[in-house]
């Protein structure tokens, strides 16, 4: 089974603090992902990254940055904590391969997710 | 417009009853389509998977695409309160590293 796990579950920190989240997936999956998710929005994409060192922007990047340095890591780092980030945090992995048979790409895996309140 | 419009509930229904759940999208480019099951405070799961258009069962779900009317559906059978969970609809194009686009999701609650 794939097993992606998050550093934290709930998180507080206080308006301008730098925050990180860190995430880890034990299948060997190319892409990773960071959404969050708030009551009534869904989930939005934050970041995602399909190689080592490589990271692309998603819908709403701003305030946030990513650092993938393994592959089996992918942290999200909020260079100042605000209000309006308050939310819950969700990391994503997913194997991207060709499509073969009944298989194909870019199914996501999810972690439990972090919930963080900035104060 | 949002590219993926999903209800967001709630929707209340009795134990055994059978479930609709359903998501339009805009872009025709959409290949593959996914139902995901997010229980309170957890991550979302998983559910069920289909590529373009058909139908695909397991167990008591059934999902089903139509691309003509750019429109997917999952069927709940015998409805069970262990079922009362957010469900999200999910989709993107085929291959690369395209993003899936999720639904808002709709909240359903299965009351014994």
């Known amino acids: 089974d794939v097993k992606v796990t998050q550093s934290s579950r709930y998180l507080v920190k206080r308006t301008g603090e730098k925050v990180f989240l860190e995430c880890v997936q034990d299948?060997?999956?190319?892409?990773m992902f960071w959404y969050r998710q708030d009551p009534g929005l869904g989930l939005r994409l934050i970041y995602f990254?399909?190689?080592?060192?490589?990271?692309e922007k998603g819908d709403i990047p701003e305030g946030y940055s990513v650092s993938r340095e393994k592959k089996e890591r992918f942290s999200l780092i909020l260079e100042s904590a605000s209000t309006n980030q308050t939310s819950m945090y969700l990391c994503?992995?997913?194997?991207?391969?060709?499509?073969?048979?009944?298989?194909?790409?870019?199914?996501?895996?999810f972690g439990p997710g972090t919930r963080l309140t900035v104060l | 417009q949002k590219e993926v419009e999903q209800d967001p509930g709630p929707l209340s229904v009795p134990e055994g009853a059978i479930v609709s759940l359903n998501c339009t999208y805009s872009?025709?480019?959409?290949?593959?389509f996914m139902w995901y099951r997010q229980y309170s405070r957890k991550g979302p799961e998983l559910l069920m998977y289909?590529?373009?258009?058909g139908n695909k069962e397991d167990g008591r779900f059934t999902a089903q695409v139509d691309k003509s009317s750019k429109y997917i559906s999952l069927f709940i059978r015998d409805s069970q309160p262990s079922d009362s969970a957010t469900y999200l609809c999910?989709?993107?194009?085929?291959?690369?590293?395209?993003?899936?686009?999720f639904g808002a999701g709709t909240r359903l609650a299965v009351h014994p």
């Open positions: 990254s399909y190689d080592v060192k490589m990271k």
């Open positions: 299948m060997d999956h190319e892409n």
């Open positions: 289909t590529y373009s258009s």
């Open positions: 994503a992995s997913s194997l991207f391969k060709g499509l073969a048979g009944d298989t194909f790409t870019d199914t996501q895996y």
């Open positions: 872009n025709s480019a959409f290949q593959y």
């Open positions: 999910a989709m993107g194009p085929s291959g690369g590293y395209n993003k899936l686009i």
